[in-house]
């Protein structure tokens, strides 16, 4: 799936914001347009929050999802690929592990939902990350744009609001867009913040700060044919270490546990302890949380419009 920039196809992917800028400077623009969307707090009805290390993708006829989003995205980038002519939208919250199937498998959701409409192109928008000395947000971007690059069709990368185009001016750096929201009705994209992230946070964030098989890997949370979220099953490697974190300051916290402390949002640490806890509660989840090995399915209730467990 070979990058197009600007309508061309690029003989050589860049690998940089600075090298896209020098060859399209037109992506300034793009970013420029989203930087200055009114941001949103979104609630939980009718939202599809997908966390770090998670993917989903909807349909715009979807009953059960009308907004797709990620946030508190410091130094990750929030990857969104669209059918243009079918409105279909998958969207993932990357930090680095596992891109290359990640972006097969964003392509291969899009393509599958979209059967049916022979109108249409693929399209390209990340949003994340900033210009920092550690580079990871840098790295990421070269990361995603290559992983993209290396498929065999064409896709037309419409956004890049990442690294230095997310950056704030003056002072110490800092990303301006940490969250977005996609209207997969209108297909409009906006700046957010979800205080609601649905349900089994703990359980979804332990697998970023523990090991094991499935540490790493990017779970599509979202079941198309039954119009269900769906966690796990998975599991994770004990963290011997987790007593010692817990009782650490929330500074040594926030130090230790965070790629960016100086930009984190202010619940970063409460959610972490609330994450360690989980871990600790639950050492081997493959046994006390997924014990017959099956999903944790979730259906939207028609009244209050939120995620409810039901047996599937």
Not at 91 to 97: F, M, Q, Y
Not at 194 to 200: I, R
Not at 262 to 278: C, D, G, Q, S, Y
Request: glycine fraction near 8%; charge should be negative.
């Amino acid at each position: 799936m070979v990058v197009v920039l600007n309508g061309v196809l690029a003989d050589e992917c860049p690998t940089s914001v600075r090298a896209l800028l020098s060859a399209h400077p037109g992506y300034r623009d793009a970013a420029a347009q989203l930087l200055a969307t009114a941001p949103r707090v979104v609630g939980p009805q009718g939202l599809l929050y997908v966390a770090q290390r998670e993917l989903a993708a909807v349909v715009p006829h979807d009953k059960n999802v009308s907004i797709i989003g990620s946030d508190d995205a410091t130094s990750c980038i929030i990857v969104v690929v669209r059918h243009s002519g079918s409105g279909a939208v998958s969207l993932a919250h990357l930090d680095g592990s596992g891109t290359e199937e990640v972006a097969a498998a964003m392509v291969a959701k899009a393509q599958q939902l979209a059967a049916g409409y022979p109108e249409g192109r693929l399209e390209l928008q990340m949003v994340g990350g900033f210009t920092d000395p550690r580079r990871y947000s840098d790295d990421l971007f070269a990361n995603i744009m290559l992983s993209f690059h290396r498929l065999s069709e064409e896709i037309d990368l419409t956004l890049a609001c990442c690294c230095e185009l997310n950056t704030a001016l003056g002072g110490s750096p800092s990303p301006l867009v940490t969250g977005v929201g996609v209207d997969i009705r209108a297909g409009d994209m906006f700046p957010a913040t979800f205080p609601d992230k649905g349900p089994e946070l703990p359980l979804r964030s332990a697998r970023t700060i523990t090991g094991g098989p499935n540490a790493a890997q990017v779970f599509d949370i979202y079941d198309n044919g039954v119009g269900m979220l769906r966690i796990g099953p998975f599991n994770y490697e004990p963290l011997r270490s987790v007593e010692l974190w817990l009782g650490q300051s929330d500074d040594f916290i926030l130090q230790h546990l965070s790629t960016t402390p100086a930009v984190e949002a202010p619940h970063f640490v409460h959610n972490i302890r609330v994450t360690l806890k989980f871990i600790q509660q639950h050492p081997f989840p493959a046994v006390t949380v997924f014990p017959d090995n099956r999903p944790h399915y979730y259906r939207r209730d028609e009244q209050s419009g939120c995620w409810v467990p039901v047996r599937f």
